[in-house]
C-alpha cells in the first residue's frame, strides 16, 4: 500500500498533534448517535437486529478518536459511560482520512480489525451491508421532491466523477484493495 502522504512533512507532524477540544468531541459524538438514530429508524429491520443484542457496548475506535455506543431496548444506540467494558471492538486500521475515503468512494469498507461478540460483529455487518441513509427522502422534506431529487441526480453524478477520479489516483488501486481483518 501507498503510505506515502501528499502533504508536506510539517502539516503531518502538525495534523498528528491536533487534539480537539473535550466539548467538540462530545458534540460531535452526540450529533453522530442522533444521525445514526435517524438512519436506523428508517429501517425496522435493523431496529428489531439491534433488539436482540441491546445491552451490548461497541468500541469503536480510529487512532486517537474513540465512541463506545450501547444497544438500547428500543433498537436504537446510545453512547455508553466511559466504564463499560466494551462486548465488540471495531478498530478502523487506516491511518490516514484518505485511505478510508479512497475505500467509501470506491463502495468498499475500510479496512477494520474485529474483537469480541462474534454475533454481534455480524449484526453489525448486515448493518453496514443494508442500511443506507435516504439523503434525498430528508431533503424532500425540506425543499420538496423535484428539487431533492434533481440535487440527488447532481450529488451522484459528483460522486462518480471523484470515484473515477480516485480510482487513477496513484496509488488508490492499493488503497481501496485492502481486505476487510477479522479476529474473533
Do not use: C, Y
Not at 450501547?70 to 459511560?81: E, F, H, K, Q
Not at 431533503?139 to 470515484?163: K, V
Amino acid at each position: 500500500m501507498n503510505k506515502t502522504s501528499p502533504f508536506p512533512p510539517f502539516l503531518q507532524s502538525l495534523a498528528a498533534r491536533f487534539q480537539p477540544p473535550a466539548w467538540v468531541v462530545d458534540e460531535t459524538q452526540q450529533k453522530l448517535v442522533l444521525f445514526l438514530n435517524h438512519v436506523l429508524m428508517q429501517e425496522k429491520e435493523a431496529q428489531d437486529r439491534l433488539v436482540r443484542k441491546m445491552g451490548s457496548v461497541v468500541h469503536i475506535r480510529w487512532g486517537v478518536f474513540a465512541l463506545d455506543l450501547l444497544i438500547t431496548p428500543a433498537g436504537l444506540v446510545d453512547r455508553a459511560s466511559p466504564a463499560s467494558k466494551p462486548d465488540l471492538l471495531l478498530a478502523i486500521a487506516a491511518e490516514t482520512p484518505a485511505v478510508v475515503m479512497q475505500s467509501v468512494l470506491a463502495g468498499k469498507a475500510p479496512p477494520v480489525k474485529i474483537e469480541g461478540d462474534v454475533q454481534l460483529a455480524a449484526e453489525l455487518g448486515w448493518l453496514a451491508d443494508n442500511l443506507r441513509w435516504d439523503a434525498e427522502e430528508d431533503l424532500a422534506r425540506l425543499i420538496g421532491d423535484a428539487p431533492a431529487h434533481t440535487l440527488a441526480s447532481a450529488a451522484r453524478q459528483a460522486l462518480t466523477g471523484l470515484r473515477q477520479f480516485l480510482a487513477q489516483a496513484p496509488g488508490a488501486a492499493a488503497a481501496v484493495t485492502v481486505p476487510r481483518k477479522t479476529t474473533s
